[in-house]
């Protein structure tokens, strides 16, 4: 074993000893360096000169040269007196004497070979450097990664939706493995009133499925799944919740079909039959993932925050409505990067329309021409009748919704609608001649009044929104009380009312050319 591994390694280091000997020595002049070499001055020889000495000495009579040295130094590793020994160059034939022996003839012979190797190493060990080999790497890490990347990123949403939901559900399963679905939490039981809403919300989301290519139809079903989900939050005592979402159903239901006005009534079959199974898959997959999540946090005890808003809501923000105190106070903060999102939302909703117009065809989709009643005279009277209502109606949701169900967002989204039915009235050219507000700037106003509410309490030396409140009393009005969360939620009104409209407006004007109103053009930047 080590004695062949040692002739082994003497046989290289005498091949590479004789590649050095005689290319520096024997192998005539150096081709293709760069400098020619020459001799080195006297004094630069003097040091190998001494090396050699010293190397030829200590082989030649190593007792005499570095026998004392040994001596001292083996003397203070063992602490204790040497055993005999001998230092001398030659100790006979033996096995360390053979051993040298095969490893100069083998060198020399390896050496003498040494084309011959060299080949065959070429042959199958093509010449190889760092760089290439670091290049070739990133070649294919390169090639891979383009690979992944045209495999996962083809510009399908549909898929990119299904590798989401496929690997949240993987690491999902895969973190609940083992644990029980049902916890330890009391049930309620299910009464009929939740079990209709039930099943008209499933039945809903399921014909909106299957009839998803008639588009007026499958907006209506959408509305009754809003709907139903609206009757659910009332029945689970939800009663801001039902208002707001009622109201944003019967906002979004009426800007989609406006949106829907400009597109085909029936969506074409562009997806393969395995795209849909695919699209079926997941969804079915996403819908019962998410159940099951519901289904098992709703039925273990969990440690809720509620009996602190619960007890805090009148004493620290001033007013009994919980949701109301805490969208305005106890999560200001929260409610101001929600209506942020809101402006941001409208302001790109405008920067792509605003420089949009769709050519609007004589025709509907039968064949039939347009009436030229476009805006029936009966709607159009009920509209301006219920507008100065539906705004009281607005503000009077606002003022109570501190301690009753309402407030900002709901009194916006009340008088959101009111404005909504007279632009459907009397048309989006009449009803902007009218009304003439500048929506983007309301935008701003309102986030300026939410957010300078917030910076008031800085000027107090309290945190950022930090609301306070105080009671008064008039006369006939008697004792009512004041809160400086009035004029946050009075921003949160703002920029609803603003973004609801700026959106209405941008899709009203996508038809401009049929009004016959010429100061249309003139006024597009003022009025928004």
Avoid at 453 to 463: A, N, R
Avoid at 503 to 515: E, I, K, Y
């Amino acid at each position: 074993g080590l004695p062949a591994a040692a002739v082994i390694a003497g046989i290289g280091s005498v091949a590479y000893s004789c590649r050095f000997i005689h290319d520096v020595f024997f192998n005539g002049e150096p081709i293709g360096l760069a400098k020619t070499p020459h001799e080195p001055p006297r004094w630069m020889k003097v040091p190998i000169e001494v090396l050699v000495v010293l190397v030829i000495a200590v082989g030649v009579a190593p007792a005499y040269t570095v026998g004392p040295i040994l001596d001292v130094v083996a003397g203070s590793v063992l602490q204790r007196g040497l055993p005999e020994f001998s230092l001398s160059p030659w100790h006979g034939f033996n096995l360390a004497f053979m051993m040298s022996l095969v490893a100069l003839a083998g060198g020399v012979i390896v050496y003498s070979l040494r084309q011959r190797i060299f080949a065959l190493h070429d042959r199958f060990f093509p010449p190889v450097s760092g760089r290439n080999v670091a290049e070739g790497l990133l070649q294919r890490i390169f090639r891979w990664a383009v690979g992944v990347n045209n495999l996962i990123e083809n510009g399908s949403l549909q898929r990119y939706l299904f590798l989401l939901i496929g690997s949240t559900l993987i690491v999902g399963v895969a973190a609940f493995h083992g644990e029980p679905l049902v916890g330890s939490a009391p049930t309620q039981a299910l009464d009929t009133q939740t079990l209709a809403y039930g099943v008209f919300l499933v039945a809903g989301a399921i014909g909106t499925v299957l009839f998803h290519r008639s588009r007026f139809l499958a907006v209506v079903i959408i509305g009754v799944v809003g709907l139903m989900v609206s009757l659910l939050f009332v029945r689970f005592s939800g009663p801001d919740i039902a208002m707001t979402q009622l109201l944003v159903e019967f906002a979004t239901v009426i800007l989609i079909l406006l949106a829907l006005f400009f597109l085909p009534w029936n969506s074409p079959v562009d997806s393969s039959v395995l795209r849909r199974v695919r699209d079926a898959s997941t969804a079915v997959l996403a819908g019962a993932g998410v159940g099951a999540l519901g289904y098992a946090l709703l039925t273990r005890p969990l440690h809720s925050i509620s009996e602190f808003f619960i007890a805090e809501a009148k004493p620290g923000g001033g007013g009994t409505n919980i949701v109301n105190v805490i969208l305005v106070d106890f999560r200001g903060f929260d409610t101001l990067g929600e209506v942020t999102v809101l402006a941001v939302a409208a302001v790109g909703i405008y920067a792509l329309l605003s420089n949009t117009s769709v050519r609007i065809p004589s025709v509907d989709m039968e064949g039939r021409a347009w009436t030229w009643d476009r805006h029936p005279l009966v709607l159009a009277v009920i509209a301006r009748t219920m507008l100065p209502l539906a705004l009281l109606v607005a503000v009077y949701l606002f003022l109570r919704g501190h301690n009753l169900p309402g407030g900002g967002f709901i009194a916006g989204l009340v008088a959101s609608t009111a404005l909504i039915l007279q632009y459907l009235s009397d048309g989006s050219a009449m009803a902007r001649t009218r009304i003439g507000w500048r929506y983007r700037m309301l935008l701003g106003v309102g986030i300026l009044i939410a957010a300078a509410t917030g910076i008031g309490s800085l000027l107090f030396g309290y945190p950022f929104l930090t609301t306070s409140f105080t009671y008064v009393s008039l006369p006939v009005i008697g004792k009512f009380e004041l809160a400086t969360a009035m004029l946050f939620d009075l921003g949160v009104f703002v920029v609803v009312v603003a973004t609801v409209m700026l959106t209405l407006a941008c899709l009203g004007r996508l038809n401009a050319p049929l009004d016959s109103v010429p100061t249309i053009r003139w006024r597009r930047d003022r009025e928004q």
